[in-house]
């Protein structure tokens, strides 16, 4: 069999030795095995380094974090690597003391401060919410709002006057109260709405409070027959008629095309 040459080639491994030779900071024997940076070790790929818990990667090597007081390492890879203990806020890369006031708890996060229910924040401090009679905490806590059957006036509550035929309803915006079926609001009352014969009411805040049936069409107050010609039918509101198919409308009767 003829002799295979075999061809010139440049180890992979070779090519990472010479990679990692340019890296600042780290040295290589003559077998090609890396030196690792002072308080570092191989990463799980063994094709670099990661800094010891306490130290933080700079420049090709590993630095000792400056650990303020009152302060604890983090695993963080990137930023200072540590942060501030619970009860303390980082000011200037040291931490200090949160002054908690009276009536206030540190939150979760353990860098601020909240106030206990039925207080709330002023400055730098806890206020005690005033409540005014016929009214309770909302459910943020840290404020009020007036029981049923009261509206807030300023900073008090003041009783809702109800007229006849009305009831107090449930929404915090208008006048607190509505009027029962078949009675319309009017200024400070409920009044009557008057349903002409062939209508019926209709239970909307805007209008007379009246439709009417069908067949008729409502004429000031009250409803009157809709008067279909020859050759035509009530469109679709039933108030109104159109012409029958193969006619067409002149003023109030219905001819057929020419």
């Known amino acids: 069999m003829p002799n295979l040459r075999r061809r010139d080639t440049i180890s992979p491994a070779l090519i990472l030795f010479a990679a990692l030779a340019a890296a600042p900071g780290i040295s290589y024997s003559q077998s090609g095995a890396a030196a690792l940076p002072e308080h570092a070790s191989a990463n799980a790929s063994r094709t670099g380094f990661v800094c010891n818990r306490g130290y933080q990667r700079i420049e090709g090597g590993c630095t000792a974090i400056e650990l303020p007081a009152n302060a604890y390492l983090t695993t963080d890879v990137y930023g200072r690597g540590w942060k501030c203990a619970r009860g303390y806020r980082d000011v200037d890369k040291s931490c200090v003391s949160l002054e908690v006031p009276q009536h206030a708890f540190l939150d979760a996060s353990g860098d601020r401060w909240t106030c206990e229910r039925g207080y709330r924040r002023v400055a730098e401090r806890c206020a005690l919410i005033e409540i005014p009679p016929y009214a309770f905490l909302d459910t943020s806590a840290d404020g009020w709002v007036c029981s049923r059957g009261y509206r807030k006036v300023k900073e008090t509550c003041v009783a809702v006057k109800v007229p006849t035929n009305g009831y107090l ?44 049936l069908r067949g008729y069409e409502d004429v000031g107050e009250t409803c009157s027959a809709v008067k279909v010609p020859a050759n035509a039918h009530l469109d679709y509101s039933g108030r109104a008629w159109e012409c029958d198919a193969s006619h067409r409308r002149e003023a109030d009767r219905c001819v057929t095309f020419e």
Request: hydrophobic content about 30%; aromatic content about 18%.
């Open 169 to 212: 309803t449930n929404v915090s915006f208008g006048p607190g109260w509505a009027c029962e079926r078949g009675y319309r609001p009017f200024e400070q009352e409920c009044r009557t709405v008057v349903v002409p014969a062939n209508g019926y009411f209709v239970d909307v805040s805007y209008g007379p409070g009246w439709e009417c």
